[in-house]
Nanobody
Framework: QVQLVESGGGLVQPGGALRLSCASS????????MGWFRQAPAKPRKLVAI???????NYADSVKGRITISRDNAKNTVNLQMYSLGPETTAVYYC?????????WGQGTQVTVSP
């Protein structure tokens, strides 16, 4: 069983930056994939960015150039650095991992972009 705990959400002004972190109870090097999704109010959950294996990263087209996903293997943590945030960024951000054929989710962290 893998537990994922997100942190770093909060209220940020338009144009600001925010860094989210996802701490895993398991060794992230053993995961098939690990990444971030977000769900805006009344919208479906969508992929933001994902690390696949040890070397591949994918980003949603809507966030390219404004978001960077990275990993800290020593801390079993995956981070999401977001820049130039706009109101459309407001959502609950979920960390996810795929390990041994199962998908795991964190509980989510709220990001609100507002003046």
């Amino acid at each position: 069983q893998v537990q994922l705990v997100e942190s770093g959400g909060g209220l940020v002004q338009p144009g600001g930056a925010l860094r989210l972190s996802c701490a895993s109870s398991g060794n992230i090097l053993s995961f098939n994939a690990m990444g971030w999704f977000r769900q805006a109010p009344a919208k479906p959950r969508k992929l933001v960015a994902i690390l696949i294996g040890r070397d591949s990263t994918n980003y949603a087209d809507s966030v390219k150039g404004r978001i960077t996903i990275s990993r800290d293997n020593a801390k079993n943590t995956v981070n999401l650095q977001m820049y130039s945030l706009g109101p459309e960024t407001t959502a609950v951000y979920y960390c996810a991992a795929v390990h041994e054929g199962r998908r795991y989710w964190g509980q989510g962290t709220q990001v609100t972009v507002s003046p």
